[in-house]
């Protein structure tokens, strides 16, 4: 895709009411809809009537993740759906390669080619739910991720394209040799394979990544091909894009073949001041003791001493480098910290828009200015949209920033193509055991 042609992907991220942590105690807000279908069909169609690439599910094992399971909703989803792309989270810590090769291929096959997977490594601690003695350390987490995405990917090519031919005519439903082990055995798992499903339409369902830590940015430039991050400001944003992007060539790959997504957490108004109002509001519903208790459980360091109105002093607090869960956002919070001096009541109304993601609040036409910005100087190829108050945050983005984006000819004004690949821009890849003979073929 040439620069002019050049488009924004983006993705819209599902939760219960908002993605600030107060959002559930607005008014706008229905937060017992966390665990209702309907909430998130709603959610999801508004989304595909933007014409947005996907909508995202994340998860997790802990008390209060509040999420319905992602491949039972998903699914739900997908039968309702035609277009919009389905990205699931699944961890790979508490999991086995086989069982998540197959769930996702069934869930490419329902949607018709719309699966992603968001690929997570555990960031929070979930052994005792398990039979497990102790969460993995970082670095272990991500060498066996490696692995168990390559066995993944190889259970996806066990059968080739063309293994179900399902011919009445000549009797033959799968052609066996089309039909592979894979048997593999490395240093965390050993499968012997095939998967008992035939390869999902995309070939591989879109590989997506969460992590913004100098591993995770490795492991993103090897396999992933979107990656959502936390980024700030667009200077922290432009450089992560160039540092990710750079990465690509040792490992054979293009600039394109990898979509950055920053989030996007924005509260919208027709006017800055209505935006303004709002966003007031949903501060003044934050559990201040609460949102302490987290932040010094996060930080390492008792924050318990400071009064709201007191800068905020990290002395005692973990280093990045000590933290075995999510390394890059403990980083951003102690970046945050150093270079705009704030208040705890500052800082704790800093990441209660979006957890550490960008936010703002204004209006559709300003949004859009802050869009094309990012994505014409080298810091986005897009976003994950993630509005802080449900569904009037998305409805807000969908009718009034869309068509702005569309008037400026930075996004798409229909789906181009049938599959999340396809609308990402991104090939389906081949089958590796019909790439093989193909070669097999040219050197005969």
Known sequence: MSGSERKLNLNAFLAASGHHEASWRHADTQPER????????KLTQIAERGLLDSVFLADGYWAGSGSLEPFTMLSALAAATKHIGLIATVETTYNQPFHIARKFASLDHISKGRAGWNIVTGAGPAAEQFSREQH??????????????????QLWD????DALPNDKISGILIDEAKVHTIDYAGKYFKVKGPLNIARPPQGYPVLVQAGSSETGKEFAA????????????FEEAAAFYKDVKLRLAKYGRTTDQLKILPGLSPILADTEAEAQDLENELFELIDHE????????????DLSNHSLDDLVNLDGAQTTDQVSG???RHQLILDLVEREQPTLRQLINRLAGARGHFTFTGTPLQLADVIEKWFKNGAADGFNVMPQVYPSGLERF????????????????????????GNLGLARPANSWQAKK??????S
């Open 438 to 443: 193909t070669e097999e073929e040219v050197h």
């Open 326 to 328: 999510m390394k890059s």
């Open 290 to 301: 609460g949102a302490i208790k987290r932040l010094s459980g996060r930080l390492g360091v």
């Open 222 to 233: 090897k396999l992933a091909e979107v990656i959502f991050t936390a980024q700030l400001t």
């Open 136 to 153: 993995p350390e970082h670095h272990d987490r991500y060498e066996s991720a490696e692995e168990f995405v390559e066995i993944v990917k």
């Open 398 to 421: 969908v009718d009034k920033v869309v068509p702005e984006l569309q008037n400026r000819g930075l996004f798409r004004t229909s789906y181009e193509e049938q599959t999340l690949r």
């Open 34 to 41: 966390g665990v209702d279908i309907k909430h998130y069909l």
């Open 158 to 161: 066990s059968w080739e394209d």
